[in-house]
């Protein structure tokens, strides 16, 4: 499979690394957007998109506008995401997105979901705290992870809202976010009461869970046609 890498990051390098194992070729290292004809003269099977939020728009457009099969991993651009999923159907196209595409974490999102949908009829017993630490580079604050754990939490009627840092009400999820040196990336979701308190946690050791689940998705995403996520990659 030859992939396009648009991002050449950490993570971008990650992935290069992974997938060489994994036998793939990479057809194009991009750190920028690329145009058409960039992307098409580097003949490839399919992208995958680790960028920046102001530039992931555009690099999952010019994918999905020039037929490449797209997996997307950059945060912090969700209010643009309805528009890229009305282009990726208009274009029949192929776009794969997810806040984090480590394997474990997928679960983790799972369990987050069965957890807040038994805890919603005691919501008014229970507080929700959701804490992410991540590494001082990372951009967009709080992470998408948690705030997808925290829209899982509120589909289930477990709360009605989040908050940032701050004072909140019972009907609301607190995100905490700290940045700290050499830290890939932490998760914690705890429900809190007067009587006992129930915490998840998922910790990540390095950026190698995210490259790898990002390769299956591009594995898994040739020849589909469609919006996908993790959820379908991995039949959860």
């Excluded at 960039?38 to 530039?55: G, R, T, Y």
């Excluded at 967009?140 to 004072?167: C, E, F, R, Y």
């Excluded at 009400?169 to 129930?198: A, C, F, M, W």
Aim: charged share 25%.
């Amino acid at each position: 499979m030859n992939i396009a890498i648009i991002g050449y990051g950490k993570m971008g390098k990650a992935i290069e690394k992974i997938a060489k194992i994994r036998n793939h070729k990479i057809s194009l290292c991009y750190d920028g957007t690329p145009s058409l004809q960039i992307l098409k003269n580097s003949n490839s099977d399919v992208a995958i998109e680790f960028s920046q939020p102001h530039s992931a728009f555009d690099n999952v457009k010019v994918c999905i506008e020039n037929d490449v099969p797209v997996v997307s991993g950059t945060t912090g651009w969700m209010e643009r995401f309805e528009t890229i999923k009305k282009i990726c159907k208009e274009k029949n196209g192929s776009f794969l997105y997810s806040s984090n595409f480590s394997i474990g974490m997928n679960i983790f999102f799972e369990i987050n979901k069965k957890l807040s949908k038994l805890l919603h009829l005691y919501s008014k017993d229970y507080e929700v705290i959701i804490e992410e630490i991540h590494h001082k580079e990372k951009i967009d604050k709080p992470s998408g992870t948690a705030l997808s754990l925290a829209k899982d939490i509120v589909h289930n009627k477990m709360k009605k809202t989040w908050i940032l840092d701050q004072k909140k009400t019972n009907n609301q999820i607190l995100i905490l976010s700290k940045r700290l040196n050499n830290v890939p990336g932490i998760h914690i979701v705890k429900y809190e009461s007067k009587i006992e308190d129930i915490k998840i946690q998922h910790q990540a050791h390095g950026r190698k869970g995210f490259a790898l689940g990002a390769i299956i998705a591009a594995e898994w995403i040739q020849n589909k046609k469609g919006i996908f996520s993790m959820k379908e990659v991995l039949g959860i």
